[in-house]
């Protein structure tokens, strides 16, 4: 290989550009809110120019070439996470904050935060969400892709009947089981805990 300059290392959430200078190629992407492209992987950063009879003269930039082929998160994508012990607490009443710890079926390779908002667990009622009803510590929630969100967090929603709480252990240590979309109950003691439940498809 010739020598010269290794291009960049950028990692998932980091900013390319503006979307009026640059398009995102493989391993990039756009987000609509800020018409912002950011890096949607860990890899190296390649700038490609445009070809001179090309209408649209934006470099296209992408994201390839490293060793690590585990799932990444998407926008678009669902993905399995695990509600965060110390992170719910502490962000309270606004979000609740997960570990990605899959992408469809497959297993993640690298760390990926995400962060379900407020506003973005239910489709209905939204000013009446109560992050500690929706969610606890290490639950295991269903939810979708919708962006990446600041400091590297992918912004999640539960928004959608199949989404939400999968899997929560009750206070008793027992797996819940639903018994409606918005409570589970314990085997073991009978008690009801509210969560944003998913509908298991049939």
Request: some cysteine; hydrophobic content about 40%; aromatic content about 4%.
């Amino acid at each position: 290989m010739q020598e010269g300059k290794e291009p960049p290392l950028v990692t998932p959430g980091e900013v390319l550009g503006r979307a009026s200078d640059v398009k995102p190629g493989i391993g990039a992407y756009v987000a609509s809110h800020n018409d912002t492209v950011y890096a949607s992987l860990t890899g190296f950063l390649r700038t490609i120019s445009p070809s001179a009879d090309s209408p649209d003269q934006r470099p296209t930039v992408e994201v390839t070439g490293h060793k690590a082929h585990g799932a990444v998160p998407v926008p678009g994508s669902v993905v399995i996470a695990r509600t965060l012990m110390s992170q719910v607490t502490k962000v309270m009443a606004r979000m609740a904050s997960a570990d990605i710890m899959c992408v469809g079926p497959k297993n993640v390779q690298e760390k990926f935060t995400g962060t379900i908002r407020q506003q973005d667990v239910r489709a209905t009622e939204i000013d009446k969400v109560d992050m500690h009803l929706s969610f606890r510590p290490g639950d295991i929630v269903r939810a979708l892709v919708l962006s990446l969100g600041d400091a590297r967090a992918y912004y999640l929603s539960t928004a959608k009947n199949e989404l939400g709480v999968v899997s929560a252990e009750s206070t008793a240590g027992a797996t819940m089981v639903p018994v409606s979309w918005t409570e589970m109950q314990c085997p073991l003691t009978g008690q009801i805990e509210q969560r944003k439940v998913a509908k298991v498809g049939s």
